[in-house]
């Protein structure tokens, strides 16, 4: 047998051969570049290129070549990849790329567009594959996709906080009208208990109503200081029908320091919490448990709500806040729960975090600032220096103007006893009444809103100076509201 030629004279040969020359060409070029090249048969690589060896984390092309295409793609996306390739085949059309997650060597993900299309190699049909990572593109859209769906929830939230505190607003001023009757009759004090409880749970759907507008938007909130542990009594009794008796549900703290908040905005986090934390634990189990613990710091208050349930996987963990997330069937949830309370904690200047291992449970650990304590200097500063006369009240002529019957019904109601009503359910004949009897008095209009969810509306209310109280709201803050419109000029 004849030694091989020397480099050298391999070289000449190649020099005196355009084709072997122009084969050693074409390979650099397919080596250098950029994107990834994959050749495969019957799903096994036969050839990758640099690009794809750096695409899917390994060292060298003995590492590839050989392997099956089912360790990169899962079965959802090799289906896909197969259907394309089939259409291609039956067709001769080519489609355009197609993005598909694969799986690095070291278990990470990349997300990889690919083009496919049948080639001839080593004497027999193979699949030539174009490979780019496209992952960072991928990450932007879904967060571009994101903003515009919380742009549609901003609008969404807007409309539903109005239609929805149309009701709550005769709601609310009904269940203190009746409250008011009852007590003046004398009655038995369950029912004034179940009026409290009614008074209660109007507050709570208005405020996840306005829970929406504020998450979308970020309005700016008022807080003032709260009694967290009867809080946490509330939200226990609200979640204990959902979670008992399927699932042992204890609530444990000492004393605890009044913390800055809003009652019904932590009433709102802590019973999101429990669900969850019943969620997690299968229906078919007995031995479910969920534990409220709260202890105070020497600055905040560290409230731990924990479970024993499924737990949450590893490469979820870090997602749960993220809005529309969630691992439960769509029925079930949005997956906007955890977002609203990781940000209702955090507009207290507080934090919430999570900490889960799969088969054991999760627990959430809820951090708030206490409430700075009051002072007597400066709250003996801030009194009144003496109790001013009251002043007999002066009844005067009022005109309310709803489209809703049944609030311009309890409006009249509820002002009827102070003053003489007059009631229209439209803005026309309204204004035409004005006009009418007593021009030049718009000024003294005040409007009741259910919240402003057009850009028409929302200039309107920001053009005027009018006075104004958003729906719904008490009995109280409508007789305040009439009467210093009544009085201010």
């Not at 203190?176 to 004398?186: D, I, K, V």
């Not at 003032?224 to 699932?247: C, K, N, T, W, Y």
């Amino acid at each position: 047998m004849a030694d091989d030629p020397p480099d050298g004279a391999r070289d000449a040969d190649r020099q005196r051969d355009p084709v072997a020359a122009s084969a050693d060409r074409f390979q650099r070029l397919v080596e250098q570049a950029p994107d990834g090249i994959v050749i495969s048969r019957q799903g096994l690589v036969l050839y990758a290129n640099a690009a794809a060896l750096h695409l899917l984390g390994y060292d060298g092309p003995e590492e590839l070549v050989g392997r099956p295409m089912a360790a990169f793609l899962d079965g959802a996306a090799l289906a896909t990849m197969r259907e394309r390739l089939q259409h291609l085949k039956e067709t001769g059309q080519r489609l355009p790329p197609h993005e598909y997650p694969a799986k690095r060597r070291d278990g990470s993900s990349v997300t990889a567009e690919i083009t496919s299309i049948f080639i001839d190699y080593d004497g027999g049909p193979a699949v030539l594959a174009f490979a780019r990572d496209v992952t960072e593109r991928a990450r932007l859209r879904a967060q571009l996709e994101q903003a515009e769906r919380l742009t549609a929830l901003g609008r969404m939230a807007a409309g539903v906080a109005h239609e929805i505190n149309n009701p709550l607003a005769y709601m609310l001023l009904t269940v203190e009208a009746l409250t008011r009757h009852l007590a003046a009759a004398r009655v038995d004090a369950g029912l004034l208990d179940m009026c409290a409880d009614l008074r209660h749970g109007v507050d709570r759907i208005a405020t996840i109503a306005r829970d929406l507008r504020v998450y979308a938007r970020h309005e700016a909130e008022l807080y003032g200081s709260v009694d967290l542990a009867m809080v946490l009594q509330q939200s226990e009794r609200l979640a204990a029908h959902e979670l008992r008796p399927r699932i042992d549900l204890t609530v444990e703290h000492a004393a605890l320091p009044e913390v800055s908040g809003a009652a019904t905005r932590l009433e709102q986090v802590f019973v999101n919490l429990l669900l969850n934390a019943g969620h997690a634990i299968a229906d078919d189990r007995s031995d479910g448990q969920v534990a409220v613990r709260a202890r105070a710091g020497a600055r905040e208050v560290i409230v731990e709500v924990e479970d024993n349930g499924a737990g949450i996987p590893a490469e979820n963990i870090h997602r749960v806040f993220d809005p529309f997330f969630t691992t439960r069937p769509a029925h079930m949830g949005m997956g906007l729960g955890l977002g609203i309370c990781r940000d209702i904690v955090a507009r207290l200047g507080g934090s919430i975090s999570v900490a889960s291992e799969v088969g054991r449970g999760t627990t959430m650990t809820v951090t708030l600032p206490i409430a700075a304590p009051v002072n007597s200097t400066s709250a003996a500063r801030s009194a009144p220096a003496a109790p001013r006369a009251t002043r007999a009240p002066v009844r005067r002529r009022i005109l309310v103007i709803d489209d809703e019957p049944l609030i311009a019904a309890i409006v009249s109601a509820t002002l009827g006893e102070m003053h003489d009503v007059v009631v229209e359910t439209r803005a026309a004949d309204g204004l035409a009444e004005v006009a009418r009897r007593r021009p030049g008095m718009e000024h003294r209009f005040a409007f009741l809103t259910g919240g402003a969810y057009t850009a028409r509306s929302q200039g309107f209310l920001e053009r005027i100076a009018n006075a104004r109280l958003m729906k719904p709201f008490s009995s109280q803050a409508l007789i305040d509201l009439v009467d210093a419109a009544t009085t201010s000029r």
